[in-house]
């Protein structure tokens, strides 16, 4: 490789699409909207510069300006359910709850794994009384979460230490969060033995959840979650083991039917 062409792989090949995508990043990490002044300073930008790019953006509807600064706009949303709808397992996901007897009652969630995080995608709401749940588009660290554990049912202890490791200890969100690997490897192995990955109140107090993993449906789909949350006054053992079994049935559902998974001999 020449210097040149060495030159030409180490720049930016779009800067002002780097920054924007940056501008969007800062945008979705806040809890309310950013002044011009805070955005150019989160961006190392000058604010003649950052409101160029607000500018641009606003156009697009990517961003709204409101009385105290910007804010994400609806087009991200329409965008965030496009990139869901790819995927055969979302599209069928609300059809499979309203059809099953016990999770059409429930909180319902589809999450991908992203990074160390599970990232949620669908939501049904079911007739369930808990309306906590996790908003579409945020996250969760995948250790603390059942979604995430679900997510990382499929990859055996050194994948976990791997991908987990250098962010261990893990945040303690509630006193029954594990804090380090080896408490919540201790959980993927119980959740690899019965099936499907328990949260006892482990993300969330007062909430349990409860989830399986999805087989990709197509090559180069990501690996998905099915999940429920439920108020963990409801929780008893009997009501968990049948949202399980209920998850259980709609993961089967959601399977390929020409995929190997699909081709598995049952147990």
């Known amino acids: 490789m020449t210097d040149d062409q060495d030159d030409r792989l180490g720049r930016d090949p ?53 009385p105290v600064g910007f804010r994400l706009g609806r087009r991200t949303a329409v965008l965030g359910g496009a990139f869901a709808a790819q995927f055969q397992q979302v599209r069928e996901f609300y059809a499979v709850c309203d059809a099953s007897p016990v999770l059409r009652h429930e909180l319902v969630q589809v999450a991908m794994l992203d990074g160390t995080d599970a990232l949620y995608l669908a939501r049904h709401e079911g007739g369930a009384r808990v309306r906590l749940g996790t908003p579409l588009g945020s996250r969760l660290p995948a250790a603390l979460s059942a979604t995430g554990r679900a997510l990382l049912m499929g990859l055996d202890d050194e994948a976990v230490t791997e991908l987990l490791g250098d962010h261990a200890p893990f945040p303690q969100l509630t006193d029954r969060s594990p804090t380090d690997l080896a408490a919540l490897l201790e959980r993927l192995a119980r959740a690899r033995q019965r099936g499907w990955a328990l949260d006892a109140q482990e993300s969330y107090t007062g909430i349990v959840g409860v989830a399986v993993p999805l087989e990709p449906w197509a090559p180069g789909d990501p690996r998905l979650a099915l999940g429920v949350g439920m108020s963990a006054a409801e929780a008893d053992d009997a009501h968990v083991e049948r949202v399980a079994a209920a998850l259980a049935d709609a993961a089967e559902a959601l399977t390929n039917p020409f995929s190997a998974a699909a081709r598995k001999p049952p147990g």
């Not at 920054?19 to 002044?37: E, H, K, V, W």
């Not at 930008?45 to 606003?58: G, P, Y």
């Open 14 to 66: 779009a800067p002002a699409v780097t920054r924007s995508i940056r501008l969007l990043d800062l945008l979705a990490q806040s809890t309310g909207p950013m002044t011009l002044t805070e955005l150019a300073t989160g961006l190392g930008l000058a604010k003649s510069s950052t409101a160029n790019l607000c500018l641009a953006l606003e156009a697009s509807g990517m961003i709204e300006r409101v």
